[in-house]
């Protein structure tokens, strides 16, 4: 080391490196750098989040103007239904079922045979005073093929069907049995009753597998998992991130926005998202934000077969 350090002051002489004026100008700036107030460096996918999911609260997707809310639907029946959803709800104060693709856990009908069925059921439908022996069943959603929708509550006492029309409150009673009948055959048919022991054991098997899959990425890339963050910084974003998603949740929950599709998506994709680029800002150098990306595969492949299965 000695006959290195002699041989290299040889060729670069032994006089210092940087003049007394550049280092007292390095030592003025570097003292000067840690006196300025340290910027809130929080990820911005945060303020990204919070923006976007509160703008699909009061924008949403499955809101729609509806042309037919001054029609009944004993006129709009002279019209060949094009589609119409269903979704089991009890609750008459809120409506469950809409345009294909948008809301989670109903069934679309298309075939003729079921677009004729409905029409028909409609037909012979007549306006008249409810019950109060009738219990609200189903929601059903009807589009026409001129474009028009409307929305019925659908009501059954014993064998006997009803709809109420959402949007002109006006209730309607079935008279002709064979249509009332055929028609709640139908909606019996393509019930699903999804039991607590299913939901449970999907949400264990769910668990199961993201464990799985983080501890073959910590192991395939050598992450460790100690210490859980990086810096304060680091978990002061995560929790901000977690409190934030929290919060949401419970207002989708409290509103109801989760049958809808698009919130669903939008909602995890922020999430997962939000936790991939505070993993890659605060751990990028051990590789962190491969847990997050690997997390989000396997959570979006959940996600799809538990839509495929219980829909």
Same mark, same amino acid.
């Given at each position: 080391?000695?006959?290195f350090?002699?041989?290299?002051?040889?060729e670069?002489?032994?006089?210092?490196?940087?003049?007394q004026?550049?280092?007292?100008?390095?030592?003025?700036?570097?003292?000067?750098?840690?006196?300025?107030?340290?910027?809130w460096?929080y990820?911005?996918?945060?303020?990204?989040?919070?923006?976007?999911?509160?703008?699909?609260?009061?924008?949403?997707?499955?809101?729609q103007?509806?042309?037919?809310?001054?029609?009944?639907?004993?006129?709009?029946?002279?019209h060949?239904?094009?589609?119409?959803?269903?979704a089991?709800?009890?609750?008459?104060?809120?409506?469950?079922?809409?345009?294909?693709?948008?809301?989670?856990?109903?069934?679309?009908?298309?075939?003729?045979?079921? /677009?004729?069925? =409905?029409?028909?059921t *409609?037909?012979?439908?007549?306006? @008249?005073?409810?019950?109060? #022996? !009738? &219990?609200?069943?189903r929601?059903?959603?009807?589009?026409?093929?001129?474009?028009?929708?409307?929305?019925?509550?659908?009501?059954?006492?014993?064998?006997?069907?009803?709809f109420?029309?959402?949007?002109?409150?006006?209730?309607?009673?079935?008279?002709?049995a064979?249509?009332?009948?055929?028609?709640?055959?139908?909606?019996?048919?393509?019930?699903?009753d999804?039991?607590?022991g299913?939901?449970?054991?999907?949400l264990?098997?769910?668990?199961?597998?993201?464990?799985?899959?983080?501890?073959?990425?910590?192991?395939?890339?050598?992450?460790?998992?100690?210490?859980?963050?990086?810096?304060?910084?680091?978990?002061?974003?995560?929790?901000?991130?977690?409190?934030?998603?929290?919060?949401?949740?419970?207002?989708?929950?409290?509103?109801?926005?989760?049958i809808? /599709?698009a919130? =669903?998506?939008?909602? *995890?994709?922020?999430?997962?998202? @939000?936790?991939?680029?505070? #993993? !890659? &800002?605060?751990?990028?150098?051990?590789?962190?934000?491969?847990?997050?990306?690997?997390?989000?595969?396997?959570?979006?492949?959940?996600?799809?077969?538990f839509i495929?299965?219980?829909?």
């Open positions: 080391m000695t006959s350090k002699d041989k290299l002051d040889k670069l002489g032994e006089a210092p490196r940087f003049s004026q550049l280092q007292e100008r390095i030592l003025h700036n570097v003292s000067q750098e840690y006196k300025q107030p340290r910027r460096q990820p911005a996918i945060i303020i990204g989040a919070v923006v976007t999911l509160f703008f699909l609260i009061i924008i949403g997707p499955w809101k103007e509806d042309s037919s809310k001054h029609a009944t639907i004993i006129e709009l029946a002279q060949e239904v094009k589609q119409f959803t269903s089991y709800n009890w609750e008459e104060d809120t409506f469950k079922a809409g345009r294909t693709g948008w809301i989670l856990g109903q069934q679309a009908y298309k075939n003729d045979s079921e /677009t004729k069925l =409905i029409a028909n *409609l037909q012979k439908a007549v306006i @008249s005073q409810k019950d109060d #022996d !009738y &219990y609200a069943y929601d059903v959603w009807v589009e026409f093929d001129n474009g028009q929708v409307v929305q019925l509550k659908m009501f059954l006492n014993d064998e006997q069907l009803a109420s029309n959402r949007q002109t409150n006006i209730f309607y009673k079935v008279e002709d064979d249509a009332a009948s055929a028609f709640i055959a139908l909606m019996r048919k393509d019930e699903k999804i039991s607590f299913e939901m449970f054991t999907f264990i098997i769910a668990l199961l597998l993201v464990w799985l899959t983080e501890k073959a990425i910590r192991k395939m890339f050598s992450i460790p998992k100690e210490p859980k963050y990086i810096n304060t910084g680091h978990q002061r974003t995560t929790f901000s991130a977690r409190f934030i998603q929290g919060a949401t949740l419970i207002l989708f929950n409290i509103y109801g926005l989760f809808y /599709t919130t =669903i998506c939008v909602f *995890l994709a922020v999430f997962m998202m @939000s936790s991939i680029v505070i #993993d !890659y &800002y605060y751990g990028r150098e051990e590789k962190r934000h491969y847990i997050s990306i690997g997390s989000f595969i396997m959570s979006l492949a959940l996600i799809i077969v495929i299965y219980f829909s």
